[in-house]
């Protein structure tokens, strides 16, 4: 397999949608069945509606648009996550889902709502800021053993360097912003 190929592969493995995924599940178990379900309503808003919007509103309407590699795209795309992640956060709180939950929705509007202002002047990683601020949440829910996933930070950085979608730089503060941000607001609700 060539380098390329293995970077395109990691990339879409750890795609934001993929990684949002498994982060609403995984906490939502902690919770029991109800947990669950509060979890997959984590997943229509924060990345059903919003890879659904990316792809509908593509230049080729395709799912290879899902990246949003045009910096002017991505400051119309990422207001409708807000608003999306907003929602799921509404609902939650007037529903009264477990402040776990909340706190982790939270977290996610967290964290694009700081990657919007900046998106302005630099293209930095969402890959690495969703997966490191999931990957911070689930240390602090199940354990430190969680640690060891933060293998695959620099293995994803890697992967957007290596198709030219980001710089290493863009990559690094992805990084840094998602575990930064994401991991304070999710422990409001532990």
């Known amino acids: 397999m060539t380098r390329q190929r293995a970077a395109r592969l990691l990339t879409d493995l750890v795609d934001p949608k993929n990684v949002i995924t498994v982060l609403c599940l995984a906490v939502g178990a902690h919770y029991g069945w109800s947990g669950v379900g509060w979890g997959a309503l ?102 430190p053993w969680w640690a060891l996933s933060a293998a695959l930070v620099p293995l994803v950085a890697w992967s957007r360097a290596q198709l030219k979608d980001h710089t290493p730089g863009q990559t690094v503060a992805g990084a840094l912003l998602g575990a930064v941000v994401a991991g304070p607001v999710f422990l409001l609700g532990l």
């Open 42 to 143: 984590a997943i229509l808003f924060c990345a059903v509606v919003p890879i659904a919007f990316i792809v509908l509103t593509g230049e080729k309407r395709t799912f290879a648009d899902r990246h949003v590699p045009d910096r002017a795209r991505r400051m119309i795309v990422i207001p409708v996550i807000v608003l999306s992640v907003l929602t799921c956060l509404t609902l939650m709180v007037v529903c009264q889902a477990p402040a776990p939950l909340v706190s982790m929705v939270g977290a996610m509007l967290a964290t694009i709502a700081v990657i919007w202002p900046i998106t302005k002047f630099t293209k930095i990683s969402v890959h690495t800021a969703v997966l490191t601020g999931a990957l911070t949440m689930l240390g602090l829910l199940y354990g």
